[in-house]
């Protein structure tokens, strides 16, 4: 007789893993494209398919952080290409060119991803646009930036907190 | 798992954007947001951006859109595009040797020059007051000093002056709002409360010192007690601007360090006290050596304090913090004092006046100017002080 196979605890690990990956992706969605007209079905949708990528093309990741990260990955080009179906991105509409154009719609993507940075930048008080502005678009480092700004305070101190600001006002950008 | 303090989360979303996040860092930061569906959300935001920052042709556009925005807007933003070519220009311009000897050179003969006024200006000053002729030999009487009783008085109406000037509409503090910022308001209050005890307490020293110069009796073992009162305020106002010193209702031993430092202070400075009225009179072996533990209590009292204004929050030109560090110097000659020539008591006298004078300045700007409000809500707010 064939020994019945019990689920070992890494599996189980796994699975759980899986599932609190799937129901964060699967709450994002709700939360967030609710203006996008998606509902509790679409949410499901798209989180099924990046658990789906992560069994099948990942399987050797099992780590809950290790899933989250590419998961995070996955959710975001899967909620780009919703985007795109839903509503037709207006950057690949003005394209016309074909959508299967190797990287058109990757840099579709890039460039309405700025524009929402872009859009939550402008949003931010002029002292921190800079900091921002310096610090991730033309990558200075804090020294540069001290002395660019002409600021004595804690530099790294401004930094953060303007880039949790932003990070506020770019979940509100959709 | 423990999900890190929100000041941490964001310093790996930070260092996450930046592509400076370290793997333990990496790790926590995707465990906490598989826990923490706002976390998740959050670096589900930032992952579109992080990827559009890494395009440069996606950066330039950026960069050009956001030049085209400040240029319309015409706000008071920087113009970074200058400030960018500046600093090239600056990092390209290599250091000269020529330039630091020139401005060391500069600084030898303009301290030198503005020293000499000083030391005129002080001896023109302290001139006036000597009554006897110059001696170089140290008084007989530690007992009668040589500073007339006129300079006591002055300094006595000096500190009077400015006591009262405090209780007056003038040079009111900047008020600080008790809705927003209410452990602030309060520090603040605290802050005055020291600050003015420690004019009240000058006041008293020195109005005590013209009384017995006049009279020709000793004024030291009490006056030495007065001296060591005018320290604890400031170790005081030293400790609201260092500890939680405000009790709030959720935390009723939050000043539970505040209340053992201020107690331990005032322990150590009536000690001090002992040792210099013992000292004074002979006790237990001692003689009037006792008085270095003075002015090293009084002198560390006055460095601590200006040690917190050497914060950038309050923001006291550099320049300015050197007669407050020059004025605790001069409390540790306390115990040569007696042992000098009368005219250099009368200059250290009144050089110490003139310290006294830079710090009500300094204090009272940064009351009324508001930089010191600023400093206490920022420390309301977390922006300053120990890690939490």
Known sequence: MLPVRQPDSAESSYQDNLALVRRRIAGYVQRRLVPHRAGFDDAEDIAQACIVVLMEQYPAKRELAELTAIAIGIARHKIARF???????PALADAEVPETAPGIFEQAVARQAMDRLLGAMLKLPPRCRDLIR????????????????????????MTRRCHSALLRLLGGIQ | MNRPPDSEIDAMLLAYTTGEITQPEERTLFEAAAQDQDLFDRLLDLESARQAIRNPEERRRALAVLDAWGHTERTETLDVPRAAAALRQRAQRPPSLAADLGRSVVS?????????????????????????APSYEPAANPGSSPVPPILHLVHAAIAALLLAVQFTPFLQPHRIDARTHPIAQRCLAQFIAGWRFAWAAWLALYAWLWIFAVSGANPYPVADILNCLTAFPLFWAFFVLDQPSVAIPTNPRRTAAFRKAIGVVWGIGAGVAVLAV???????????????????YVGLSIA????????????????????????????????????????????????????????????????????LARYLEAAEDGKIGPPQ
């Open chain 2, 108 to 132: 030898t003969i303009t301290t030198t020059v503005v020293l000499r006024l000083c030391y005129a200006a002080i001896t023109v000053i302290g001139a006036t007051f000597v009554t006897s």
């Open chain 2, 278 to 296: 013992a000292g004074r009179e002979h006790l237990w072996g001692l003689n009037e050596f006792g008085l270095v533990f003075q002015g090293i």
């Open chain 1, 134 to 157: 310096l610090r991730l678009l033309e990558q200075r480092d804090y020294a540069e930036i001290r002395m660019l700004l002409g600021i004595s305070g804690n530099i790294y101190e």
């Open chain 2, 304 to 371: 601590f304090l200006f040690g917190r204004f050497d914060s950038h929050w309050m923001k006291v030109p550099r320049w300015m913090l050197a007669p407050l560090y020059g004025y605790a110097l001069i409390q540790m000659i306390y115990v040569f004092f007696f042992r000098l020539p009368p005219e250099w008591q009368i200059y250290t006298y009144v050089v110490a006046l003139l310290f006294k004078l830079c710090l009500f300045l300094v204090v009272t700007h940064l009351l009324q100017a508001g930089n």
């Open chain 1, 83 to 89: 985007l795109h179906d839903r509503d037709r991105m």
